[in-house]
Nanobody, 123 residues
């Protein structure tokens, strides 16, 4: 069955870096877009980045310049490298599968979601 599993979250100091991974099974990454979202307590789910199956990438304006999305289809994994982390980056980060999505940051364009990984930025 379709599964997405996030990993790589944790506690990091401001200015630090993390690399999140989204490992998928039950489908081929060759044909699907993968989006990263985050949700902080009391806030709406927010689009972070997207890696499309055709090679295009998208980034949130709020995080552009600090994050890089990449994929290794052979390893069934999409990565999100996050640098210069700030307190306000604290959230649960989710990856999700989309197919021919329109607006990448609309969460309802995606059909399967992972369980999320917690990222906490704290001194």
């Amino acid at each position: 069955q379709v599964q997405l599993v996030e990993s790589g979250g944790g506690l990091v100091q401001p200015g630090g870096s993390l690399r999140l991974s989204c490992t998928v099974s039950g489908f081929s990454l060759d044909y699907y877009d993968i989006g990263w979202f985050r949700q902080a307590p009391g806030k709406e789910r927010e689009g972070v980045s997207c890696s499309r199956s055709d090679g295009r990438t998208h980034y949130s304006d709020a995080l552009k310049g600090r994050i890089t999305i990449s994929r290794d289809n052979a390893k069934n994994t999409v990565y999100l490298q996050m640098n210069s982390l700030k307190f306000e980056d604290t959230a649960v980060y989710y990856c999700a599968r989309g197919s021919g999505i329109g607006i990448w940051y609309f969460w309802n364009e995606y059909d399967y979601w992972g369980q999320g990984t917690q990222v906490t930025v704290s001194s």
